[in-house]
């Protein structure tokens, strides 16, 4: 038997807390806590004979072997991803076990001679889901019992709604169940619908003013809140569907052109940066890239209902199935490590794909020490654009990239041709001034993303959030705090 400390510590995910949200109950997406963090919490958790009292809480199945436990009749409602063991360890704790007697269950259950619970402990401590340890309060919040009925019943509203989708689309054809979906709108409560439509409709406003007629401003309101629903229906196939009719759907609803632009540029050995704005579910392309038989390295974060699992192409099994799939190296987060292999991709002629329109945290330093020059020294992470008439927040992450070899970057757009089909168009070669500074090349940048947006402005998912990214001309460019907008990649 493998030894139970790594099978409960290496599933073992924080989720940031945060406020309630009427339209769902949960509030906040998974983030993995570093063992750094882990480790700094009261010694008392440490201690055999330490008996915890937890908050309520309420179970999510992820898959056979993960599960969310989410805390319940607090204020704010905050979670922790873990194993099936985890949990196991978890309902114990609740019982009124001391941390002694559960390893010694476990340890028995499972035959293992060391079981270490202080990863699962650190987690249940950050997410506030440990109330009190023996006599000593960890957490002021206090459950009411009202609020753990509501959030409960609302919990299992939520579960319902996932039984029921993923029921039509498996049982009915795709194109069925995605008509009914679309109607039903399982993740848009009329609140939410409504909401978004108002902020879609300021900042649209502020875009095209008297330019437009207000009977079309709303047009491209209502169709871009539309298309905000298809996306997350995608979102709903990708987990509801096996990893084979993940990319057997890609394969049969996904058409391509632009391909000699990118074989071209591969020719050359030099490296390519792809490069995608966020229109439509263009997390997808990453899907169709490598069914396509293409190899590349990126970053961002993709919704999926397992938190171990990204998409389809980490499944070498499948791989082997489908055949004619490329390599795929895939980071949740844009960082020191996510960087350099692309980076490094890039030197060796390979392929990056990127999201200019992103806002990430800048790496660190070391990304400009490790290849021996000083060009990513620059402060601050972000720079002013003129976009739509107005300044915004462009980061410098991609024109830092862009700068670090002779790649061509090839523009990318994923549009949908209907519910839920697609076109992906590869463009040819945008060529940006490589001796500019980031700061300049951003704004290239968020110039052709201007063009792309009148083009196509309902496609574009960024409009109901767009005033958080826009900078008043008197601010100072790239020190205000920005918050991090919609799509996840």
């Not at 069925?176 to 900042?203: D, E, T």
């Not at 490094?344 to 990127?354: D, I, R, T």
């Amino acid at each position: 038997m493998a030894d139970q400390s790594a099978l409960i510590g290496s599933a073992t995910a924080v989720v940031n807390s945060s406020p309630q949200d009427r339209s769902s109950p949960i509030a906040a997406g998974p983030s993995q806590a570093s063992p750094a963090k882990a480790e700094a919490i009261p010694a008392i958790l440490l201690e055999d004979s330490t008996i915890l009292e937890l908050f309520p809480f309420v179970v999510r199945s992820i898959n056979d072997a993960e599960c969310n436990i989410v805390r319940v009749g607090a204020p704010v409602l905050t979670a922790i991803s873990t194993s099936s063991i985890g949990l196991e360890a978890v309902r114990l704790l609740q019982s009124g076990q001391s941390i002694g007697a559960v390893k010694a269950a476990l340890g028995k259950e499972h035959e293992s001679s060391t079981t270490d619970l202080s990863p699962l402990i650190a987690a249940l401590h950050k997410a506030r889901i440990i109330r009190r340890a023996a006599d000593v309060v960890l957490c002021n919040e206090s459950p009411s019992a009202w609020r753990v009925f509501t959030q409960k019943c609302a919990w299992a509203g939520f579960s319902l709604r996932r039984t029921v989708v993923g029921a039509l689309l498996k049982y009915l054809p795709l194109r069925m169940s995605y008509a009914i979906l679309f109607h039903v709108r399982p993740r848009w409560s009329k609140a939410k619908r409504l909401g978004a439509l108002q902020l879609s409709r300021q900042n649209l406003q502020g875009v095209f003013g008297s330019s437009m007629l207000p009977s079309q401003i709303d047009k491209i309101a209502e169709d871009f809140i539309s298309e905000q629903i298809r996306r997350d229906l995608d979102i709903e196939i990708l987990n509801a569907f096996s990893d084979l009719k993940v990319a057997q759907w890609i394969r049969r609803s996904c058409t391509i052109s632009g391909l000699h632009y990118l074989d071209e540029a591969l020719a050359r050995k030099q490296g390519v940066l792809l490069s995608s704005f966020h229109f439509s579910s263009s997390h997808l392309i990453i899907l169709v890239l490598w069914l396509h038989g293409y190899s590349f390295t990126g970053a961002g974060g993709i919704t999926r209902a397992a938190n171990t699992r990204v998409l389809p192409f980490d499944n070498p099994a499948l791989e082997a199935e489908l055949g004619g799939c490329g390599k795929v190296k895939w980071f949740s987060h844009f960082n020191f490590d996510s960087v350099l292999a692309m980076c490094k991709a890039l030197e060796s002629g390979g392929m990056a794909l990127v999201y200019p329109d992103s806002i990430w945290a800048r790496p660190a330093k070391q990304v400009a020490k490790y290849f021996g020059h000083g060009a990513a020294q620059y402060r601050p992470a972000r720079t002013a654009v003129p976009f739509l008439g107005q300044k915004a927040e462009a980061n410098k992450g991609v024109p830092w990239i862009y700068k670090q070899s002779q790649a061509a970057f090839i523009p990318l757009k994923l549009i949908r041709t209907s519910n839920s089909r697609f076109h992906l168009s590869i463009g040819p070669e945008l060529k940006l001034d490589r001796q500019a500074s980031v700061e300049a090349i951003a704004a290239e940048l968020y110039q052709v993303l201007e063009q792309e947006v009148r083009t196509d402005p309902a496609a574009w998912s960024y409009w109901r959030i767009l005033h958080q990214f826009l900078i008043s001309d008197d601010s100072r460019s790239g020190e205000s705090p920005v918050k991090e907008p919609g799509p996840e990649i």
